[in-house]
């Protein structure tokens, strides 16, 4: 109530007062301000092939000409991964030639929808990349496939890979594979749940050099992830390292999980039980 009277009572309550107020709040006062030049900011020159600022473009790790392999990839993304900047199928797509690698955006695959895909599946030289009790040690399953042969990637998160395996029933035609290594990822400006889980470029490179019989795939696909990693860190970003080694070294900043079963996966991780 005082500060109401106050108010009311106060000189600036008239008209002239408030129109003084609104002219020093609209700028009036900085007449000079206005007639200063404005400087423009100039975007960066980005290369046209990778779409990367030239100072840090990819193109010279990429191969001269596409791989010749006789596997065709189909990457299936989870809609959030195509918004990601520092994504890696790109980096994929660009090393092999268009009819060899194609991403499918969404989370949803009907045969309807999808009648390319559903036939796809349907063959019975076709492989889905998801690992699993069910899933066959790809390197044997190498030796016995005739060529050429088509694998499905599923991009995305552990959780958003998961949700489009198992609601696509499409995806559970084909012979189910996994890779079998130790490799630990060289994606190290993303976090991974524990220090074996590979970025789908990895996985692409190190499944078509097993399909194609040819360790130097592996290296080539590899390049340009490892030169946008250092780029990277180059520019200030930081290593992550997985959720394991923080956990285990006691380096986990986070609140632990309430829920039980994301509890769980975290005393699973710390005790190197395969989740």
Known sequence: METAAGVAEGPAAGPAGVEAAAGQEDGSGCEGLWELPVERSERRAECERCSRPQKVCLCPFFPVHPLRVSTCLYIIQH?????????????????????????????????DRYPELAAVCRNSSTLILYPGAEAANLEEMALILSSPSTMIIIDGTWSQAKDIFYKNSLFRLPKQVQLKTSISSQYVIRTQPTNTCLSTLECAAIALAIMEKNDGIQETILRPLQALCSFQLQHGAQIHHSKEHLLKNGLYDKPMPKNKRKLRRMELLVNNVKI
């Not at 090393?95 to 695959?109: A, M, Y």
Request: aromatic share 4%; net charge positive.
């Open 79 to 111: 809609p959030a991964e195509e918004s990601r900047v520092l994504r890696t199928v790109p980096l994929l797509a660009a090393c092999l030639p268009r009819d060899k690698c194609k991403v499918l955006i969404g989370r949803r695959f009907g045969e």
